[in-house]
């Protein structure tokens, strides 16, 4: 089993950044592809960005290329999402999620993950 709990949200301003971490335990997630999901109230469930096992293949939703920045420090059992420019529009509660899988493929739906965080909340202001 792995246990992961996100932290970092908050209510900030139109074009702010902030940054996400998802710290895992119970087992390493040096073997797991990582995600970060986003909720927003009355909205389904979307995929925000992936990461491979090592790292090194990152995926992103159209909706936050060139702005979010996802990262995983295997050693410190995390995963971190940068945002930056951060829009009303990325309002939501945000999820990271771990799969294990033989391949390195990222995954875009939720159904592919094994173990999801609790979820931290984003707000922001224009």
């Not at 960005?49 to 050693?75: E, H, L, M, P, Q």
């Not at 529009?89 to 875009?108: F, K, P, R, V, W």
């Not at 993950?113 to 707000?123: E, F, L, R």
Request: include cysteine; aromatic fraction near 12%.
């Amino acid at each position: 089993q792995v246990q992961l709990v996100e932290s970092g949200g908050r209510s900030v301003q139109a074009g702010d950044s902030l940054r996400l971490s998802c710290a895992a335990s119970g087992r390493t997630i040096s073997t797991k592809i990582m995600a970060w999901f986003r909720q927003a109230p009355g909205e389904a469930r979307e995929f925000v960005a992936g990461i491979s096992r090592s790292g090194g293949t990152t995926d992103y939703a159209d909706s936050v290329k060139g702005r979010f920045a996802v990262s995983r420090d295997n050693a410190k059992n995390t995963v971190y999402l940068q945002m930056n420019s951060l829009k009303p529009e990325d309002t939501a509660a945000y999820y990271c999620a771990a799969g294990a899988y033989a391949s390195d493929n990222i995954y875009y739906t939720g159904g592919a993950y094994n173990y999801w965080g609790q979820g931290t909340q984003v707000t922001v202001s224009s």
